[in-house]
């Protein structure tokens, strides 16, 4: 059974840090594209970053340029992102995905497997 669960989330103040993590059970993340998402209230899903089986990443730069940083660690089975300077427009529930698509992907719609999602609060 395919599964991913978030973890990590919780509140910060802005300028604070989080980092949230990605445990993948009933498949090898590694063959996959992993991405990060996130959704406010009343909000689309938000493509935040993503990370292809060589470690290359993408990112919203827009939304998180150079404050979020996706990696994986293929041998625990997981992918995290680092959130640093987090602002008040950051929070929203955070998700994880895997899409078997070898290409880099930003639309939630070339993900096959979700996560449950992780809140993610930022106090000003």
């Known amino acids: 059974q395919v599964q991913l669960v978030e973890s990590g989330g919780g509140l910060v103040q802005a300028g604070g840090s989080l980092r949230l993590s990605c445990a993948a059970s009933?498949?090898?993340?590694?063959?996959?594209?992993m991405g990060w998402f996130r959704q406010a209230p009343g909000k689309e899903r938000e493509f935040v970053a993503a990370i292809n089986w060589r470690g290359a990443p993408t990112y919203n730069t827009d939304a998180v340029k150079g404050r979020f940083t996706i990696s994986r660690d293929n041998a625990k089975n997981a992918v995290n992102v680092q959130m640093n300077s987090l602002k008040p427009e950051d929070p929203a529930v955070y998700y994880c995905a895997a899409s078997l698509s070898s290409v880099l992907r930003r639309s939630p719609y070339e993900y096959s497997y979700w996560g449950q999602g992780t809140q993610v609060t930022v106090s000003s």
């Open positions: 009933g498949f090898t993340l590694s063959s996959y594209v």
